[in-house]
């Protein structure tokens, strides 16, 4: 497996530049997509990018789903075996960002 996480779903969540691994490269990816958009600007994503970027399904690409994609990285990044896969991660207990 390649470092940074595997990928399971038909989208590849979490796989902004779709390059099969997720990690700060696509959470950098996601903030910059968001500074855009947070400035009435076009962030150029894809359809395809839109749904990889959302990480928690809730409609909105923010800077919590970049946060998301690298605790995700750091998670797929200190576990050595039998690594979740980002879907399973997210519906877990691990994930630790909260808004407050």
């Not at 490269?25 to 359809?47: E, R, W």
């Not at 399904?57 to 797929?76: R, V």
Request: negative net charge; hydrophobic residues 30%.
């Amino acid at each position: 497996m390649k470092r940074g996480g595997k990928i399971t779903s038909t989208i590849n969540l979490g796989d902004v530049n779709n390059d099969n691994l997720i990690n700060a490269v696509d959470a950098s990816i996601v903030l910059t997509y968001y500074a855009m958009i947070s400035t009435n600007k076009n962030g150029n994503f894809t359809d395809t990018q839109k749904k990889t970027s959302n990480i928690d399904n809730n409609g909105d690409i923010n800077a919590l789903d970049a946060s998301y994609t690298l605790s995700y990285y750091a998670y797929t990044s200190n576990t050595k075996e039998d690594i979740m896969s980002i879907e399973e991660y997210m519906a877990s207990e691990e994930p630790k960002t909260k808004v407050i």
